[in-house]
């Protein structure tokens, strides 16, 4: 019984030795030609102004979490929306189930003040 | 896959009448809680305990005569699935009706935990009901992103949000474990409906060396939800954090739900891989019973003992599963939905004790609890004893229900472990028993509680009895739904 667990040894074992060689292969054989411009810390091309650990409002998680149920919304819409006369009636019915799901998450939101900024 | 009609797919939404029915009740009860202020708040309760009851009646009430599948593949009713879904939901309801004080005193009573709590019993629902790959991992993550919301319930508690980050990212860890297995299982079986991926499991792929890698994933998530040692780290520190009623929660109906996860992916999809499945769980299962009640021994907190009493639970109802046998399958679920029903209770009585500003989830505050209610005293003592294991009580049938399933398949020494961890486990339970009865009381209050929860809460210890006495009617609920 476990020898049938032999490949997956086998597997892992050749995992770590394939990650391992190709980073010693890039450590030895690319070019490392360093010096201080190279080196220094940067931010879209300019200095870096602050340091990069920096505390976040929490509102922008609000938003991203809005953003994220309204965006994935949208990649469903799309192709329900070409596909409509190939659908049909079933289509439209389907669809209105799942934007009015959205529609209850937006009504909280907002009654909850999570759209207002201040 | 089957082509798509649009009339086949119509009449199998009669079969999700319940599923549908929870899900439009969430949506409007968490609309509705918009509108009330928070001195009213208990109508969300009410609203939602009666959404949950008038879904366990739908759910008992879909006829169906052997199992049918429906919504293109993705959906499964048998005599299982509406047994447990009853079960589940009428769990939950005791669950809220038990919360609803403890949340008033904490001045945490909001509408968000009622409607998270149904949307987690939908999730229930819907992997109850699974016969997809796609609906497993559906119904299983909005019950768990409905937990970890849960769990960090109490906002300004820094222990709840504590645990609810371990939970979350866990058990996040643990649905990737889930995905990567169950994408090798359909690279392999080349189907992500289970009862194809059976027929496939069946027609020579059991010795797959893809399919074992797929099911070695699988069984770590279903170890994580389940709470099976070593994926057990989760367990203490969510029961301890959480807020009770939370923990209630948490420790109830989901238990239900790794159920029936291991039923549908293990035995429905997998069943004819039982010998490679079967050993795995034997390790989880002899673990849990020896970490779960060995460490329960030196637990001060209640909650934290109780975790660790669920672990060592989650290993005799694994015996049950690794049996591979309809007898194991039905001692298992036996087990299943006895242990829920007495963990509500066990629970419950913290939430009884508890009051404004006392948590009542040490083991000392239960010290003398005789003197100061016989009543509760005697309600919480027929829990322990269930969970220890002693006749007349349920917990007794659900352990011999089990250790029988090991001895139908000869593994005798797994029975032995079994006998000897509930005896070690035996300690700890009798242990609140003695406090209850021997020990001067260290806290004089009165046993507050609503004349609701007083009532639910004697009705659940003394069904606990009740089945202890009787259990027939639950064990031929098991055979029937388990042939």
Known sequence: ?118 | MNAFSVAAFNSGLTLATPEIFLGLAGCGILLLDLLIGDERRHWTAALSIAALLITAVLAAGVEVSGPVTALGGMFLVDAMSQALKVVALVIVAVVFVYSIEYMRHRGILKGEYFVLGLFATLGILVLISAASLVTVYLGLELLSLCLYAMVAFDRDSGRAAESAIKFFVLGSLASGTLLYGMSIIYGVTGSLELGTIAAAVQGGLATNIGLLFGIAFLIVAIGFKFGAVPFHMWIPDVYEGSPTCVTLFVGSAPKIAAFALAMRLLVDGLGGAHVDWGQMLVVLSVLSMAVGNVVAIAQTNLKRMLGYSTISHVGYILLGILAGTSQGYQSAMFYTITYVIVAAGSFGMILLLSRHGFEADRIEDFKGLNARSPWFAGMMAIFMFSLAGLPPFIGFWAKLGVIQAVLGINAVWLAVVAVLFSVVGAFYYLRVVKMMYFDEPVDAARIDGSPLMRAVLSANALLVLLLGIAPGALLVVCAHALP
């Open chain 1, 1 to 118: 019984m476990l020898d049938q667990y032999l490949p997956i040894l086998i597997f892992m074992g050749l995992a770590a030795v394939l990650g391992l060689a190709l980073f010693t292969i890039g450590w030895f054989a690319g070019p490392r030609r360093p010096d201080a411009q190279k080196l220094s810390p940067y931010e879209c091309g300019f200095e870096a102004f602050e340091d990069a650990r920096m505390r976040f409002d929490v509102r922008y998680y609000l938003v991203a979490i809005i953003f994220v149920v309204f965006d994935l919304e949208i990649a469903f819409f799309f192709p329900w929306a070409v596909s409509l006369r190939e659908t049909g009636t079933f289509g439209l019915l389907a669809m209105l189930v799942f934007a009015l799901l959205l529609v209850v998450a937006l009504v909280y939101d907002y009654r909850k003040g999570a759209l207002e900024w201040d």
